[in-house]
């Protein structure tokens, strides 16, 4: 269905509506089950007052169809039937008169304009349409400890893969004794295990750093928990029988494409070492929340690599390699890297760990309380270590400490809360730092870095005190 505006304008001493008979006939014609019978469907419809002219949003097959359908209006006045697209459409292609992004010359793709409406329906801030990528809102925080599906940070690199569960296979070689393909039948069979665990954007708290750094400009919403049930990627490893000489384990997953400044085309592609790919304790996992994998978040089968940052965690995985060097694609040597200015030489640091960091999701920030008990709430993960503790600072009183709520573990967020006394009227700033197991604190101001990532600083929110 092709999306049109139609405008119809008549003559002031032409408007049917002055004559009882004639407006109860336009009515009956735009009745939904008449306007189905022509092959249309009204999405809206509104008349300019005054002005004698009717505007309608109308779905059809094509502009045929909609001009038949509005061949008496075209007997009272005049018609004119424009090409539409949405909002998602223009913005997901790049502007106005920009043809759709072609999607699927790699992998049969998601409609970039469905992907991104889904988003904006569900909820989520987009920053970018397409590739898509979008942050989760302080207010979807609230409540339990996972995020609902619809609600939990995308961030994509290239379009997103519409993949064939039927004819899917997880490919397992290099240096293995028993290269596998595995259907999602067959993993779904084998021993699985369900976890809870948080994945952060090394970008989150991207847009706060100064000088400005290129990249999605994320807030503090990329980051979500989410429960995972898969395979520990141990069973798939085991079973395919790692030979005398491996060292890394390279996921690849089924989007790619050109990038700025380079001719060929590159995979996402990601390698965790062997040491790394045991003691972490990944999971190929196949539901998220007790659901399918969103196709968004990699159905049908992903990596979650508890700890790390997201980028470990590769989607729509379809290859797993393993091979005897060190691994140097894109996205692991040429980005995602720490690189800091020390000393006059460059150090450079792969993204890895989850640094820590602390969360206020209560009160929510820009809003005006009434002076008195205040509820101060949030959330706080560490990739490291458990949290140690997370403590609070009212317009820049002592820091007092939190209440932990609920479990320790370094692989998912800690809720904390503490209640405060706030009586001071007028604006006020209220900020939350966290300290892990492994001594590790937030530090109080962002630490630039060059590509922008691991922005864990004191967030502070401002309040108004009435
Ligand atoms: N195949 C593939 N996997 C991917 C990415 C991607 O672009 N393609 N993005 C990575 C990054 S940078 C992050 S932060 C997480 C985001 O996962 P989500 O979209 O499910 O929140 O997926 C990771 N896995
Ligand atoms: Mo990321």
Excluded at 124 to 143: D, I, Y
Excluded at 152 to 162: A, K, L, S
Excluded at 450 to 463: D, E, F, H
């Amino acid at each position: 269905m092709a999306l049109f505006i139609v405008r119809h304008q008549h003559a002031p001493d032409h408007c049917p509506a002055t004559d009882p008979y004639m407006g109860a006939t336009l009515l009956n014609y735009l009745s939904r089950p008449n306007v189905r019978r022509h092959g249309v469907a009204i999405q809206g419809e509104a008349v300019v007052k005054g002005e004698h002219t009717l505007y309608m949003i109308v779905e059809s097959d094509d502009a045929e169809r909609v001009r038949g359908f509005m061949a008496p209006f075209a007997r009272a006045g005049t018609v004119d039937v424009y090409p539409a697209s949405t909002c998602a459409r223009i913005v997901a292609s790049g502007g106005c008169a920009a043809p759709m992004p072609v999607v699927d010359d790699v992998v049969p793709a998601l409609d970039p304009e469905d992907a991104c409406q889904h988003a904006i329906d569900s909820g989520l801030v987009v920053h970018r349409a397409h590739p898509l990528n979008c942050e989760t809102s302080v207010a979807a925080l609230l409540g339990g400890v996972v995020m609902p599906n619809a609600h939990f940070y995308v961030r994509n690199h290239f379009q997103i893969p519409n993949l064939d569960p039927t004819t899917w296979r997880l490919r397992v070689r290099g240096l293995v004794d028993r290269p596998l393909e595995l259907s999602l039948r067959e993993l779904t069979t084998m021993p699985s295990r369900t976890t809870v665990v948080t994945l952060e954007c090394a970008g989150n708290g991207r847009s706060w750093l100064e000088p400005r750094v290129p990249g999605e400009q994320w807030e503090l919403g990329a980051v979500s928990t989410a429960e995972w049930t898969g395979v520990p990627l141990v069973e798939v490893l085991d079973r395919a029988g790692i030979r005398a000489g491996a060292r890394e384990v390279v996921f690849r997953g089924a989007d790619g494409g050109t990038l700025p400044g380079r001719d060929d085309a590159v995979q996402f592609e990601r390698s965790l070492t062997l040491d790394d790919a045991r003691e972490l304790e990944p999971l190929l996992a196949y539901a998220m929340n007790g659901e399918a994998l969103p196709i968004q978040h990699g159905y049908p089968l992903r990596l979650i690599v508890p700890s790390w940052y997201g980028v470990a965690a590769v989607k729509w995985l379809t290859d797993i390699e393993i091979i005897d060097r060190p691994f140097t694609g894109h996205y692991q040597s040429e980005t995602y890297f720490f690189e800091w200015q020390r000393d006059g030489t460059v150090v450079r640091e792969p993204v890895a760990l989850q640094r820590v960091r602390a969360l206020i999701t209560e009160p929510r920030a820009d809003t005006e309380i009434a002076a008195g008990e205040l509820a101060i709430r949030g959330v706080a993960w560490s990739g490291a270590a458990p949290i140690a503790r997370v403590e609070v600072s009212v317009d820049g009183d002592p820091w007092q400490p939190a209440r932990m709520v609920g479990e320790r573990s370094r692989q998912r967020w800690q809720w904390w809360e503490l209640i405060a006394r706030l009586d001071r009227p007028g604006a006020t700033t209220i900020r939350a730092r966290a300290t892990d197991l492994a001594g590790r604190a937030q530090p109080l101001e962002p630490e630039w870095n060059r590509l922008g990532y691991g922005n864990n600083a004191v967030q502070g929110i401002s309040v108004r005190i009435r």
